[in-house]
């Protein structure tokens, strides 16, 4: 009497190709296989991926540390296994998220951020999410502000550093227009 033992097929993982994401980002992973009633389990630099599903796919991020990571999934069927290809992901180092300082005012803001990053990350005020407002302000490992603002708007703050831009700070600060003189 023999056993008759299916041949399993190697699963695949998309996307295959080398993948650079921010640390603040997420990337999605969809395995596919022709096994026979396949689990999943996916794998970050051999091991168990942390908070990994055990379904088709996956969602890496956006807690992943800046360095190199590898992702693969192991299908099991029948008692048996094979293991994906692998990709890499290339994660970049995000600038850190700070809070957007000045409140609600009438007729003018000092508008600011709680902290900031050192000088390799550039800070850019928005008025009403559009305007730019100057130039971009360096970080100074410090609390900063960018000037009275008299302009009525909603101000927020985007973060760049040279591979991660346009991370948007926490909050904002409101600047209303003055009332009119009465008459």
Request: proline share 6%; net charge positive; charged share 5%.
């Amino acid at each position: 009497v023999y056993n008759w033992i299916p041949k399993l097929t190697t699963p695949t993982i998309s996307p295959t190709a080398s993948q650079t994401i921010c640390s603040h980002e997420t990337l999605a992973f969809t395995s596919s296989t022709t096994n026979a009633s396949p689990t999943y389990q996916w794998l970050r630099n051999g091991g168990n991926a942390a908070g990994a599903s055990t379904s088709a796919n996956y969602t890496a991020g956006p807690s992943l540390t800046a360095g190199s990571h590898y992702f693969s999934v192991k299908v099991i069927s029948g008692g048996c296994y094979r293991i994906s290809n692998v990709t890499k992901v290339t994660v970049n180092a995000s600038p850190a998220v700070y809070n957007v300082t000045g409140g609600t005012q009438c007729g003018t803001a000092l508008v600011g951020l709680s902290s900031s990053d050192d000088n390799t990350v550039s800070y850019q005020l928005v008025r009403n999410g559009v305007t730019n407002v100057g130039s971009p302000v360096a970080g100074s490992s410090a609390a900063f502000n960018f000037g009275s603002q008299a302009t009525a708007g909603t101000y927020t703050v985007l973060a760049s550093n040279a591979l991660c831009p346009n991370i948007a700070m926490t909050g904002s600060s409101l600047v209303n227009p003055l009332p009119a003189n009465p008459t």
